[in-house]
């Protein structure tokens, strides 16, 4: 197995999934929490002993021109902070808004790694960048493939608020 580490070069484009982290990073809008949420998830708690989760703010989520209606942050963050109790994970995060794609990513200094899905790997691309300019370490990639749908299609929020897919990625309808 290879690992994937970003030091802004494409020759070390490797992952190893087994390594521990002391705190992994994510983010997210997590409007209708669904499967793909949860592989995220699952991944940076499977590889973090604990986990900062970035929620896009109402103000954040507003200026990202979703074509449907979404939760609020105080709701989106309830139902995530519900998932961790079940999970008996929730005391491993932090949950911090995001007020910019970045969030506390580039400022932090006690990250050791990003879980982002392949749609987003661009952006952890950036957050390095920033990093270096700043005098922080780079941070590993993880990246994680999409979840797909029954149709072969990612599971989205936007999906299942235009009602074509369940949570689950079952078709609907």
């Known amino acids: 197995m290879t690992r994937k580490v970003s030091r802004g070069t494409k020759a070390n484009d490797d992952h190893v999934p087994h390594k521990r982290y002391a705190v992994v ?3 997210g809008t997590f409007d209708v929490l669904h499967n793909g949420h949860k592989t ?3 991944q940076a708690f499977g590889i973090g002993r604990k986990v900062m989760i970035g929620v896009t703010s109402d103000e954040f989520a507003k200026s990202l021109h979703k074509p449907h209606k979404l939760d609020s942050y105080t709701k989106r963050r309830v139902y995530l902070e519900r998932l961790l109790e079940r999970w008996k994970v929730r005391r491993r ?3 911090v808004p995001l007020e910019d794609r970045y969030g506390p990513t580039i400022r932090v200094s006690g990250i050791d790694a990003l879980v982002v899905s392949k749609r987003t790997v661009k952006t952890a691309y ?6 270096r300019t700043r005098g922080l370490k780079p941070l590993d990639i993880v990246p994680i493939d999409l979840l797909m749908a029954e149709d072969s299609r990612p ?7 235009r009602g074509k897919i369940d949570r689950h990625g079952r078709l609907v309808g």
């Open 40 to 42: 995220l998830l699952k």
């Open 126 to 131: 950036e957050i390095n960048a920033h990093r």
């Open 25 to 27: 990073a994510m983010g």
């Open 155 to 161: 599971i989205s929020s936007t999906r299942i608020r």
């Open 93 to 95: 995060a932090s949950i």
